[in-house]
T-cell receptor
Framework: DAKTTQPNSMESNEEEPVHLPCNHS???????IHWYRQLPSQGPEYVIHGLTSNVNNRMASLAIAEDRKSSTLILHRATLRDAAVYYCILGGSARQLTFGSGTQLTVLP | ETGVTQSPTHLIKTRGQQVTLRCSSQSGHNTVSWYQQALGQGPQFIFQYYREEENGRGNFPPRFSGLQFPNYSSELNVNALELDDSALYLC?????????????????FGPGTRLTVL
């Protein structure tokens, strides 16, 4: 499976935008980029996914580099409830999700 | 719409014992995946069941086994428990159109079962 690299931790102020980076230089042409997050004491939660084009949903936006070797999850206005571990996952198949260590996002009031 | 539920919430066992964990998938879903999450790490894929058949397995020994029932609920069984089996066990359900690759399927996770092996 292609690997992803994310910063171990990031901080943001409440109500400010947050850009969470992910590097995936060995991504294959059929790999989707998925983002999940895990709030404290909960199971992971789907955030967004994309293949080539930038994607938006009610939770976040996903910006994918033109060469697809990196992507950025954008939370437009961070809230305290967004404090979580964010996982960037590559998937050519829904058979399994290969989680890395993720990025621990801390949101400061 | 009922989400993914898991039971029990917490469980304490001793080394060498056997354990069964249960998962009820989200309504309308036909696929269940199980993950093990050790403290401070990301979840690790154990296996997936699609329409009652195993449909992929991660790097876990045969003492980790599973079942999926006609109503698509699932069980994870672990025999001969070891101390390193202490972890959060997560179940996720999804709707797959085929047993092969459906790369955009979203997996919906339950809250997990916290297993402690003493």
């Amino acid at each position: 499976d292609a690997k992803t690299t994310q910063p171990n931790s990031m901080e943001s102020n409440e109500e400010e935008p947050v850009h969470l980076p992910c590097n995936h230089s060995t991504i294959s042409g059929t790999d989707y980029i998925h983002w999940y997050r895990q709030l404290p004491s909960q199971g992971p939660e789907y955030v967004i996914h994309g293949l080539t084009s930038n994607v938006n949903n009610r939770m976040a936006s996903l910006a994918i580099a033109e060469d697809r070797k990196s992507s950025t999850l954008i939370l437009h206005r961070a809230t305290l409830r967004d404090a979580a571990v964010y996982y960037c996952i590559l998937g050519g198949s829904a058979r399994q999700l290969t989680f890395g260590s993720g990025t621990q996002l801390t949101v400061l009031p | 719409e009922t989400g993914v539920t898991q039971s029990p919430t917490h469980l304490i066992k001793t080394r060498g014992q056997q354990v069964t964990l249960r998962c009820s998938s989200q309504s309308g879903h036909n696929t269940v995946s199980w993950y093990q999450q050790a403290l401070g790490q990301g979840p690790q894929f154990i296996f997936q069941y699609y329409r009652e058949e195993e449909n992929g397995r991660g790097n876990f020994p045969p003492r980790f086994s599973g079942l999926q029932f006609p109503n698509y609920s699932s069980e994870l069984n672990v025999n001969a428990l070891e101390l390193d089996d202490s972890a959060l066990y997560l179940c996720a359900s999804s709707l797959a159109r085929t047993s092969g690759s459906v790369a955009t399927d979203t997996q919906y996770f339950g809250p997990g079962t916290r297993l402690t092996v003493l």
